[in-house]
T-cell receptor, first 112, second 113 residues
């Protein structure tokens, strides 16, 4: 039972490059989330998905896109990376009515 | 909108010292309250939670009581260990159906032997 997994663990990009961060869960939970964590800023919600096929913007969606093609996977895409997107990205999920979110181990992204 | 304010760190303590990390919240409804912990290099994990006023959440020697009158949910532990060194996040759940959590900025705790 892996819970929530994220790939890659670490990535270096040049400004303007694109990449997709992958997140998968084996907990059969409907809701999934993408956060970014920056020093002194706590966790900020980028996008979330309440169920397969639906997505909604969070607090800081600009520069990102997401895809929830099935219940298990929720990906985050940076179309044209900027240094301001250097951060640690966390994926999380939550079961209906459970109010507890389960987090993946994170992806460290450095944009040069 | 809903918000969470927690004491700024970093907090440095000696082993066996008493720990308090303050957390206050602003919410229009009746949120559930949480403390999450993040150990170095890991994702967040739930430490404890309380779902209604006067509830006390507890886990691993940590406690927090949901105080509606003071809109607070302070985290306490009577005797910290080196292994408690981590970042602690207070959070609230918006029960309005959005299924989102609102996090505080986190408090880094370092416990020295």
């Amino acid at each position: 039972n892996a819970g929530v997994t994220q790939t890659p663990k670490f990535q270096v990009l040049k400004t303007g490059q694109s990449m997709t961060l992958q997140c998968a869960q084996d907990m059969n939970h409907n809701s999934m989330y993408w956060y970014r964590q920056d020093p002194g800023m706590g966790l900020r919600l980028i996008y979330y998905s309440a169920s397969e096929g639906t997505t909604d913007k969070g607090e800081v969606p600009n520069g990102y896109n997401v895809s929830r093609l099935n219940k298990r996977e929720f990906s985050l895409r940076l179309e044209s990376a900027a240094p301001s997107q250097t951060s640690v990205y966390f994926c999380a999920n939550m079961g209906d009515g459970l109010e507890t979110q389960y987090f993946g181990p994170g992806t460290r992204l450095l944009v040069l | 909108g809903d918000s969470v304010t927690q004491m700024e760190g970093p907090v440095t303590l000696s082993e066996e010292a008493f720990l308090t990390i303050n957390c206050t919240y602003t919410a229009t409804g009746y949120p559930s309250l949480f403390w999450y912990v993040q150990y170095p290099g890991e994702g967040l994990q739930l430490l404890l939670k309380a779902t209604k006023a006067d509830d006390k959440g507890s886990n691993k020697g940590f406690e927090a009581t949901y105080r509606k009158e003071t809109t607070s949910f302070h985290l306490e532990k009577g005797s910290v260990q080196v292994s408690d060194s981590a970042v602690y996040f207070c959070a609230l759940s918006d029960r309005g159906g959005s299924e989102k959590l609102v996090f505080g900025k986190g408090t880094k705790l370092t416990v020295n032997p």
